[in-house]
């Protein structure tokens, strides 16, 4: 049996209807699949915006750290609070450009592209389940739906945990649809529940219901392998824990010890309950999001194990006093390919019952209409992610690290705002001061990083070369003259 069923079916497509469209469907898919990726990779080769200061210092900082043997420790590092899977794996183009001599200018690309293949994962599958229920043609104009919703690309290549743990729980929801149950289908789809859990333990509720509804509708002895492979997978990640100096799970317990019963958590601010809703609105815009979120309502009922997981998603940040706008980016992927469901199904029910039979080509458009409608509102968004330029940071510490004089680095902003030493990459002294104290650093930090606010830099630092492209924070770099002594 194919991993889960709906309890309500789609209008039944004939084997005749069926194979008039999957060639055309499949091809067109590819097409859409092939123009989706290109664009990721093609921000991901672009200039790069810091999103947050946590796509750097709790990702690829670590893993720079882990490759090089330099970079600075955020205190969720010390106190160890989070898991060491992710900077691993990110490190991996790290270790490759190490060996042969390169740089932030190698590596970075590389990091940001490979994150971009991650996040199209889901939608071959997606296609694959909708092409069976309603005809390829209608699934690959659907899929457009989530392979083009802005912010399913903007953070396609970004580093943030929540980034990168979207596409596995995606996932997770719509394999079950797509495969027929073996060991080996049970043994990757326990591990991607389990890897989606320790990425980003806090989606546990959404796994949960995934889960649950897929195991129910499991075979007897499928239901046994299932436990068994969760288990052992378990097991593999508390053994990776102990390897890398952390007890099993501790990345979750006390994570959840320090931020839920030490409040340290509140002490980077707190939102009222609805911030969330209020964040989609504005995010996904009052036409697409009451498009989407309305098509979605009236066809729950076909799509209900991949809208729950999301709203799950969304409720579980919401209660939760630090609120961030990457927090439910997971929610979103999923909510999108419950769009592509619902938007597909309907498109088959116009097909099926409009009348006279002429018009069914109708239906097959509808997917073509809600992608329109959603695109357009957005499209001066998408006009400013495609002329997207590096951010200022980072053109900042690209520049210190072209300086052949350079000593040591001081900064009179706080230091996790900056792009750390995974774009310096010059093993040199990196320290934190106020603009006021900078002329009494010692002689070896001979180059000034600061936020450029109309004035010059203190004495004896001169010379400055600013950054300050208008989508970031403007920055400036100066020097004094000297040796390191």
Not at 297 to 303: C, F, G, K, P, S
Not at 338 to 354: E, F, G, K, P, Q
Request: charged letters at 10%; aromatic letters at 14%; glycine letters at 8%.
């Amino acid at each position: 049996m194919a991993g889960g069923e709906s309890g309500t079916r789609a209008p039944v497509v004939s084997g005749s209807a069926q194979r008039r469209t999957t060639t055309l469907g499949t091809f067109l898919f590819w097409i859409l699949f092939a123009v989706a990726l290109a664009v990721r990779v093609g921000i991901a080769l672009g200039g790069q915006f810091i999103h947050h200061p946590d796509e750097i210092f709790q990702t690829i900082e670590q893993s720079h750290r882990v490759v090089f043997g330099y970079g600075l420790v955020p205190w969720e590092y010390v106190e160890g609070i989070r898991w060491w899977g992710l900077p691993l794996f990110l490190s991996l183009p790290m270790r490759v450009a190490s060996w042969f001599g390169g740089g932030p200018d190698v590596y970075m690309p590389a990091i940001h592209i490979m994150v971009a293949a991650i996040s199209v994962l889901p939608f071959p599958y997606l296609f694959v389940v909708l092409s069976r229920r309603f005809g390829g043609l209608i699934a690959a104009l659907s899929c457009a739906i989530p392979m083009f919703w802005y912010e399913n690309i903007a953070l396609s290549s970004n580093t943030l945990s929540d980034s990168i743990s979207a596409p596995f729980l995606g996932l997770c929801a719509i394999l079950p649809f797509a495969i027929r149950w073996s060991w080996r289908s049970l043994v990757v789809w326990t591990g991607l529940l389990v890897l989606t859990f320790s990425l980003r333990f806090h989606l546990a509720p959404a796994l949960a219901v995934i889960a649950i509804s897929a195991w129910v509708l499991m075979s007897a002895r499928d239901k046994k392998l299932s436990l068994i492979f969760v288990g052992l997978w378990l097991l593999v990640v508390a053994v990776f824990d102990m390897a890398t100096g952390l007890w099993p799970f501790q990345h979750v317990w006390l994570n959840l010890w320090r931020n839920i019963f030490d409040g340290v958590a509140a002490t980077f601010g707190t939102s009222p309950w609805y911030t969330y809703l209020e964040s989609m609105v504005f995010n996904w815009g009052a036409v697409a999001g009451g498009v989407g979120a309305g098509i979605v309502l009236v066809t729950i009922r076909q799509h209900w194990r991949l809208t729950l997981p999301a709203i799950l998603v969304v409720l579980a940040f919401s209660f939760i006093g630090h609120k961030e706008y990457r927090f439910y980016f997971p929610a979103t992927l999923l909510m999108t390919i419950a769009m592509a469901w619902a938007v597909a199904y309907l498109a088959r029910s116009i097909a099926t019952d409009i009348q006279p039979r002429g018009l069914a080509w109708i239906g097959t458009l509808f997917p073509v209409l809600v992608c329109a409608v959603i695109a357009i509102p957005n499209q001066a968004r998408f006009q400013i992610l495609f002329q997207q330029q590096e951010d200022n940071e980072i053109a900042a510490m690209r520049y210190l690290a072209q300086q052949d004089d350079l000593c040591g680095v001081i900064t009179s902003e706080l230091i996790w705002y900056t792009a750390g030493y995974v774009y310096l990459h010059r093993d040199v002294p990196f320290a934190q001061t106020g603009v006021g104290e900078a002329s009494l650093a010692s002689p070896e930090f001979n180059y000034l990083h600061y936020v450029d606010d109309g004035t010059p830099p203190p004495a004896p630092y001169m010379d400055s070369v600013c950054f300050n492209h208008p989508m970031s924070q403007a920055i400036c770099v100066a020097h004094r003259a000297g040796d390191c002594g």
